[in-house]
C-alpha cells in the first residue's frame, strides 16, 4: 500500500545543531507540505512543493529550507535549531488539486530542541 | 493570509448524540478539507469538499462555498469519533474543535 513515512519519530537535539527531518511519499504524488503544530496554533505551514525542483515559503519559513530532488522525498532542514522550533511536524501530500484530491500525512516528528 | 474560524472550540457529547462543526473562512478558498487528529496525533483525512455535501457513513460535510463557509456533521456519536476537527484549505488550518465523546 502507499504510504507516507516521516523520520525520526522522536529528536532530541542542542540549540544551534543542523537537524533534517526526512519525509517519504510512496503516493507519486507531485504536492508536498510541512507544517508545525503547536499550542493553541493549530497547524502552520511551513513549506511545501509542487514538483521537482518546486519550492515554496509557507506561513512560518524563516530558520527552514527543504529541497526537492525527487518526487518521493522532501526533507525539512533546520539551519540552527533554536528553541523556538520545539514542536511536532507533520509532512503531508496530495496529488494536483481536483475532484476527490485529498492530503495524506505522516505521522509527525516530535523535536525538542534544549 | 486568509483567516479559519472554526466552533465551537470544545465539545463534549453523550454517545449516541449529533454534532454540527463550523468552519468559516476569510476568503474563498479552493481545496477545502476535513481532518480528524485522533488522540495518538495522527490525522485522519476526512472530506475533501471544495463544495456541495459528501457523506461518509455517520459523517457529512457541507460547503457553501459562495459564502466561505463549510459544516461537519457527526451524528450518533462513538467515543472512537473524540479528538480533534480541522478544516483547512492546505496552506491555512483552523485551530480545531475538540470533541470528546462521553460513554
Known amino acids: 500500500d502507499a504510504e507516507i513515512t516521516q523520520s525520526p519519530r522522536h529528536k532530541i537535539t542542542e540549540t544551534g545543531r543542523q537537524v533534517t527531518l526526512a519525509c517519504h511519499q510512496t503516493?507519486?504524488?507531485?504536492?508536498m507540505f510541512w507544517y508545525r503544530q503547536d499550542l493553541g496554533h493549530g497547524l502552520r505551514l511551513i513549506h511545501y512543493?509542487?514538483?521537482?525542483?518546486?519550492?515554496n515559503k509557507g506561513e512560518v519559513s524563516d530558520g527552514y529550507s527543504v529541497s526537492r530532488s525527487n518526487t518521493e522525498d522532501l526533507p525539512l532542514t533546520l539551519e540552527s535549531a533554536a528553541s523556538s522550533q520545539t514542536s511536532v511536524y507533520f509532512c503531508?501530500?496530495?496529488?494536483?488539486?481536483?475532484?476527490?484530491?485529498?492530503?495524506?500525512f505522516g505521522q509527525g516528528t516530535r523535536l525538542t530542541v534544549v | 493570509g486568509i483567516q479559519v474560524e472554526q466552533s465551537p472550540p470544545d465539545l463534549i457529547l453523550q454517545e449516541g448524540a449529533n454534532s454540527t462543526l463550523r468552519c468559516n473562512f476569510s476568503?474563498?478558498?479552493?481545496?477545502l478539507q476535513w481532518f480528524h487528529q485522533n488522540p495518538w496525533g495522527q490525522l485522519i483525512n476526512l472530506f475533501y469538499?471544495?463544495?456541495g455535501t459528501k457523506q461518509n457513513g455517520r459523517l457529512s460535510a457541507t460547503t457553501v462555498a459562495t459564502e466561505r463557509y463549510s459544516l461537519l456533521y457527526i451524528s450518533s456519536s462513538q467515543t472512537t469519533d473524540s479528538g480533534v476537527y480541522f478544516c483547512?484549505?492546505?496552506?491555512?488550518f483552523g485551530t480545531g474543535t475538540s470533541l470528546t465523546v462521553i460513554p
Open positions: 476568503d474563498s478558498v479552493n481545496n
Open positions: 469538499i471544495p463544495s
Open positions: 503531508a501530500s496530495s496529488e494536483v488539486p481536483g475532484p476527490g484530491t485529498e492530503a495524506f
Open positions: 512543493s509542487y514538483g521537482v525542483h518546486d519550492t
Open positions: 503516493w507519486n504524488h507531485n504536492n
Open positions: 483547512s484549505n492546505q496552506f491555512y
